[in-house]
């Protein structure tokens, strides 16, 4: 609880800070040339950087995963069975 004058103008400081970052992150323009395909803002106004490449994942490791999902739902449907 805020209780004494000191306290209250500390916590309007406060909110003033939040309230004039949020401002400067909302108008801030990225700077020209400096946004490459494929990359995303960050929180720092005005910088880009480059997203991660996505991983490639092999058609034999897709089809262990998928054989392995299978078999967790096949135990979980004799599990169910049994009941």
Do not use: H, Y
């Not at 000191?6 to 700077?31: G, T, V």
């Not at 910088?47 to 979980?76: D, F, G, H, N, P």
């Amino acid at each position: 609880m805020l209780t004494n004058k000191a306290d209250i103008l500390n916590a309007l400081d406060a909110e003033i800070r939040q309230l004039q970052l949020a401002r400067e992150l909302l108008s801030a323009e990225p700077k020209a040339g400096k946004r490459a395909t494929g990359s995303v803002m960050r929180n720092d106004p005005g910088v880009w950087t480059a997203r991660r490449k996505r991983r490639r994942m092999s058609a034999e490791a897709r089809a262990r995963i998928a054989a392995s999902q299978k078999k967790r739902w096949a135990a979980l449907k004799s599990a169910r069975n049994k009941k």
